[in-house]
């Protein structure tokens, strides 16, 4: 009885976070719930991957391309009549499956709705018994790039017409933020997020000091949280890539601030990322932003 009802249990609990994704994932989620077998859901990722439109020549880019993953992938995507419309494609049929998934369930759905979706449903579709440890990595890297790449095509259409001033919508992009970044590594070499003492000592964790000086200028938390997951991603290719590399790829960043009363989701996204741009530019293959107000916070 007890076995019964811890059953129960999870799947009252998958289907209360599966109710919370956009239906196009819903769907996705329930079909590959359906398939218990774990190779017949294999074969059915080697299917999805032959229904992708093809890719334009052109697009096979750096811009474009995954980092982090086994194989090359590369994602282009499209905002048309304020929903977002996906493209991908692999040189390999696994992981051009895996696109296909995301090429699906995210085809369709709003930049906000994309943004929304927890990096967790990854799990709900419950493929991990099907993947090596680095294409379950290459997955979440697929799916983080293809949420920024939402935010940055609502903003290039809302360019010039988003009638919200730089200091609430833009300080991610020049100005104040442009400034941080660049007095930020000084501080970060001196051990500020280290150690404390002011010493010239190289930090540990360049990347995850640089990202927290930058955050605490720009945005004045009153709750600030930079969690280092990079070790459970420390499989995939790129991890600890040269000499000059820590090794910080992967992080989950909760931010309680002032300046997002008022913003939607993909506002406050999108002014993280303009102050971490060059971070995600380089070392960092996926971030997972937490971003609240001090109401939704209960502050």
Known sequence: MAVGRSARLTVCASATAS???????????????????????YKQLLFCATKLEPFPVEAHTEENKVKGCVSQVWVIAELRDGKVW????????LTKGLAALLVQGLSGCTPEQIVRVPPDFISMLG?????????????????????????????QQQAGSDDES???????????AGATQ???PPAAAAGSGSDGNGSESKSNTPVADSMRAKLRAELAPLKLDIIDNSHQHAGHGGYRGSASYSGETHFTVEVVSPRFEGLTSI????????????????????????????AEAGM
């Open 267 to 294: 506002k406050r996204h999108r002014l993280v990322y303009g102050i971490l741009k060059e971070e995600l530019r380089s070392p960092v293959h996926a971030l997972s932003l937490i971003t609240k107000s001090p």
């Open 86 to 93: 996906w493209k991908a494609d692999s040189d390999s049929a």
């Open 19 to 41: 109710a919370e994704l956009p239906q196009s994932l819903q769907t996705l989620v329930q079909a590959f719930q359906s398939v218990p077998d774990p190779m017949a859901r």
């Open 127 to 155: 493929l991990q018994q099907s993947l090596t440890p680095s294409r379950n990595n290459g997955f979440l890297n697929m799916f983080k790039l293809m949420q920024k790449k939402a935010l940055d095509v609502y903003m």
């Open 166 to 176: 730089p200091s609430s919508s833009d300080a991610g992009n020049g100005g104040a």
């Open 182 to 184: 660049a007095a930020a």
